[in-house]
């Protein structure tokens, strides 16, 4: 009766997880919605005013959207989604329109989604022409028997389901033309001199992470993946356990980042596996798994994620990571740099 007492604070929520509170003594936890538009090199300064201003309002219409389903008692799958199908249309970030374009100057859309109330998860990698990239992972889970469809073979699906589709000058903007532009250029210039190039650092990539009133944990991730990818490149976004994960047991994470780090660490599900068998709390996974193992490789990037008790963590070791959190009932809340929501 106590712990009950005590686990209804959710300041002990972590507390309760650990020392194994019963379901019927813990009391539900308030639903929260996490999301990120991308870690990267965007320090203070980076910005105008009014891009930053723009950022934050992408984010926080995001987070209005996808908590307004949660409050209603809807499911943290619908809340994933709708989150990501309004970054995906937004043209600021690396996903859906305004994606980075490949060596040959197109559009590739990686995405995934997974349900951690039954591991069932939706992914799809190479798609061209389907608006939202993240309804077609969602359409894999639930309408087909697998679990990832590639290029050709994803397209004929999302026909299939009649989803909406675009053509290919819908999700190259400008911006993202000009910056292909000038990866190029810095290439040839790389080549003329003789020397190495570093790889462009433009990480863009969303991703939402939720918990529902019925305790339900889900993830969801959607990119263009890396700037000047090579043919046929697949980064770490539709691959589940690195791009993301979600198990009720544990945690839902959605990863961004330079992705074949992450694919090579499991990053997601190492989080969420410390968390089950190694017993850390939700931040000192994400901590473990961030700043010792994937830094520990050379690798950048960072993560969202949720536990069941409504604990989040947001933690990357690049400059900034755009991101925010909603909690029902309160306001949403974004941040970009340093400054707060950062564990
Ligand atoms: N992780 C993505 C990839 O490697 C890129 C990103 O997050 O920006 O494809």
Same mark, same amino acid.
């Given at each position: 009766?106590?712990?009950?007492?005590?686990?209804?604070?959710?300041?002990?929520?972590?507390?309760?997880?650990?020392?194994?509170?019963?379901?019927?003594?813990?009391?539900?936890?308030?639903?929260? &919605?996490?999301?990120? /538009?991308?870690?990267?090199?965007?320090?203070?300064?980076?910005?105008?005013?009014?891009?930053?201003?723009?950022? *934050?309002?992408?984010?926080?219409?995001?987070?209005?959207?996808? !908590?307004?389903?949660?409050?209603?008692?809807? +499911?943290?799958?619908?809340?994933?989604?709708?989150?990501?199908? #309004?970054?995906?249309?937004?043209?600021?970030?690396?996903?859906?329109?305004?994606?980075?374009?490949?060596?040959?100057?197109?559009?590739? #859309?990686?995405? %995934?989604?997974?349900?951690?109330?039954?591991?069932?998860?939706?992914?799809?990698?190479?798609?061209? +022409?389907?608006?939202?990239?993240?309804?077609?992972?969602?359409?894999?889970?639930?309408?087909?028997?697998?679990?990832?469809?590639?290029?050709?073979? =994803?397209?004929?699906?999302?026909?299939?389901? *009649?989803?909406?589709?675009?053509?290919?000058?819908?999700?190259?903007?400008?911006?993202?033309?000009?910056?292909?532009?000038?990866?190029?250029?810095?290439?040839?210039?790389?080549?003329?001199?003789?020397?190495?190039? +570093?790889?462009?650092? $433009?990480? /863009?990539?969303?991703?939402?992470?939720?918990?529902?009133?019925?305790?339900?944990?889900?993830?969801?991730? %959607?990119?263009? /993946?890396?700037?000047?990818?090579?043919?046929?490149?697949?980064?770490?976004?539709?691959?589940?356990?690195? !791009?993301?994960?979600?198990?009720?047991? %544990?945690? =839902?994470?959605?990863?961004?980042?330079?992705?074949?780090?992450?694919?090579? &660490?499991?990053? =997601? *599900?190492?989080?969420?596996?410390?968390?089950?068998?190694?017993?850390?709390?939700? $931040?000192?996974?994400?901590?473990?798994?961030?700043?010792?193992?994937?830094?520990?490789? /050379? !690798? +950048?990037? !960072?993560?969202?994620?949720?536990?069941?008790?409504?604990?989040?963590?947001?933690?990357?070791?690049?400059?900034?990571?755009?991101?925010? @959190?909603?909690?029902?009932?309160?306001?949403?809340?974004? =941040?970009?740099?340093?400054?707060?929501? @950062?564990?």
């Amino acid at each position: 009766m106590l712990r009950a007492i005590v686990c209804a604070f959710s300041v002990f929520a972590t507390f309760c997880l650990a020392t194994g509170a019963s379901a019927e003594d813990r009391a539900p936890a308030a639903p929260v &919605l996490v999301v990120h /538009g991308g870690a990267g090199a965007m320090a203070p300064g980076r910005y105008t005013a009014a891009e930053e201003l723009a950022y *934050r309002d992408a984010l926080t219409a995001a987070l209005n959207a996808g !908590g307004a389903i949660l409050e209603d008692g809807g +499911s943290a799958l619908d809340a994933v989604e709708t989150a990501i199908r #309004l970054l995906e249309d937004s043209p600021l970030f690396n996903a859906g329109r305004g994606a980075v374009l490949t060596r040959e100057g197109d559009a590739e #859309l990686d995405a %995934s989604i997974m349900d951690g109330a039954n591991a069932n998860a939706g992914a799809v990698a190479g798609v061209t +022409s389907v608006k939202n990239p993240i309804t077609l992972a969602r359409r894999v889970m639930e309408n087909s028997e697998h679990v990832m469809f590639a290029r050709d073979g =994803a397209e004929k699906f999302a026909k299939a389901q *009649r989803l909406e589709r675009e053509k290919a000058s819908y999700f190259k903007t400008d911006a993202r033309k000009r910056d292909y532009e000038a990866a190029r250029k810095k290439e040839k210039d790389v080549e003329k001199q003789g020397a190495h190039g +570093s790889p462009p650092e $433009k990480f /863009g990539t969303v991703g939402a992470v939720a918990l529902d009133a019925d305790g339900n944990l889900a993830a969801g991730t %959607s990119t263009g /993946g890396m700037l000047m990818k090579r043919f046929g490149r697949v980064g770490d976004s539709p691959v589940v356990g690195a !791009g993301t994960f979600a198990d009720n047991r %544990s945690c =839902a994470v959605s990863s961004t980042g330079h992705g074949e780090f992450f694919i090579r &660490l499991t990053v =997601a *599900r190492d989080i969420c596996a410390q968390m089950e068998y190694g017993g850390r709390t939700l $931040k000192e996974a994400a901590r473990d798994v961030i700043h010792n193992r994937l830094e520990g490789l /050379g !690798g +950048s990037g !960072g993560i969202i994620a949720v536990d069941p008790s409504g604990e989040t963590a947001l933690t990357f070791n690049t400059a900034g990571m755009f991101r925010g @959190v909603k909690r029902a009932g309160a306001a949403p809340e974004v =941040a970009i740099y340093g400054e707060r929501l @950062v564990d």
